[in-house]
């Protein structure tokens, strides 16, 4: 039976990854965001000590887990007006992405709005609950349909394009004169190299009101935590208890012990700041051999990615990339605005990282 989804993009680039593989001194493999830094010692220490409880967690989360995330949500982006029942941990956030226009009640045939290049879940969601997608980055490409839901994603997977407070605004304002919700992945927001990110659930963007409004956050890429599957929502009170409701029919609950781990990487920045500055390496390394090699970097202000070009198909860029043994993501994975584009990720050990330039210099 046909699932009426596209094909999953990963299970198309098995040639490119081989091609990468057969490289004398072994693959680059960029083309995924994973984490591959250790988990910092006192994130496991904390995940040890909760595993000792043998009920079932709810599925609302510790209170500590709530305002754990309310004081970081506080302490690292300057959001204010939240509280525990502000939040709601999730099992990954991919996951929910998934699930949300579902779970928020979206109808069969309503709109909803994607990044027009974007992270393929918005869109599997879409069409999991039955909805209609369109492409648009501003309410003048959206023009006078009415959407149920909104997507935004500032910083951008793939291109780290970011989003101004005002331009967020404009989204904010115009969806609530329509009843639209307005849901933002923010799962880089704390991987901002240039310039400054804000959240949708910021002063400046929203005027403290978080009605209509969901932020999703992740601890995979700043905690090193993909492998917990650890992440929440904030906003809007009546959104996160609808969820909350739905989620508990459906026994979506984060393991106890994750929400031990999670407690502590909320609670500590120190760790963040130490990755961050990894990736900071990382990225200058690899965007000085790219513009050297000959690509031209687009946006890219923050997040784990260069959203680069030769000026051709993503296909043959990525071709010509995995001959050299490194393994990139196409930019048609995206949409079809992300047909001339490769994705890079960042996400490479410091050795792996350092043979890719080598390569790249060489040319």
Not at 229 to 254: N, P, Q, S, T, Y
Not at 279 to 298: M, N, P, S
Request: a negative charge; hydrophobic letters at 45%; one cysteine or more.
């Amino acid at each position: 039976m046909s699932s009426g989804l596209p094909d999953f993009p990963w299970d198309t680039i098995a040639d490119a990854k081989a091609a990468a593989a057969a490289h004398p001194g072994g693959i680059v493999d960029l083309s995924v965001g994973t984490p591959v830094d250790p988990v910092d010692p006192l994130i496991r220490k904390a995940l040890a000590a909760s595993s000792e409880f043998p009920g079932y967690p709810a599925t609302v989360g510790t209170r500590e887990l709530r305002e754990s995330a309310v004081g970081a949500l506080s302490r690292r982006f300057g959001i204010t007006g939240l509280d525990e029942s502000s939040i709601l941990p999730v099992v990954g956030t991919k996951e929910v992405i998934a699930g949300l226009p579902a779970q928020i009640g979206v109808p069969a045939g309503d709109l909803v709005v994607i990044p027009e290049v974007a992270y393929p879940t918005y869109e599997v969601g879409a069409l999991l609950a039955g909805a209609q997608v369109l492409r648009a980055d501003s309410v003048d490409a959206i023009g006078d349909r009415e959407p149920a839901l909104i997507y935004l994603n500032s910083p951008s997977n793939p291109t780290g394009r970011v989003q101004s407070a005002a331009e967020l605004k404009v989204i904010v304002d115009w969806a609530r004169e329509r009843g639209a919700v307005v849901v933002s992945d923010e799962c880089y927001l704390g991987l901002t190299w240039e310039g400054s990110a804000h959240s949708v659930l910021h002063s400046d963007v929203c005027g403290g009101d978080h009605s209509g409004l969901i932020a999703v956050h992740s601890l995979s890429k700043v905690s090193n935590l993909a492998s917990y599957r650890a992440g929440f929502l904030a906003g809007d009170r009546e959104l996160i208890a609808e969820l909350l409701a739905v989620r508990k029919h459906a026994g979506m609950i984060v393991p106890f012990p994750i929400q031990g781990a999670t407690v502590a990487a909320l609670n500590d920045d120190a760790h963040v700041d130490v990755q961050r500055e990894r990736y900071r390496v990382r990225r200058d390394k690899l965007r000085t051999a790219l513009l050297g090699a000959g690509f031209a970097i687009d946006h890219s202000e923050a997040g784990l990615y260069l959203w680069a070009t030769r000026g051709e198909d993503s296909r043959t860029t990525q071709r010509w990339l995995a001959e050299r043994g490194i393994l990139v993501a196409p930019g048609d994975f995206y949409g079809p605005a992300g047909a001339r584009h490769v994705r890079i990720a960042l996400t490479g050990t410091d050795e792996r990282i350092d043979a890719a330039v080598e390569r790249l210099v060489r040319i």
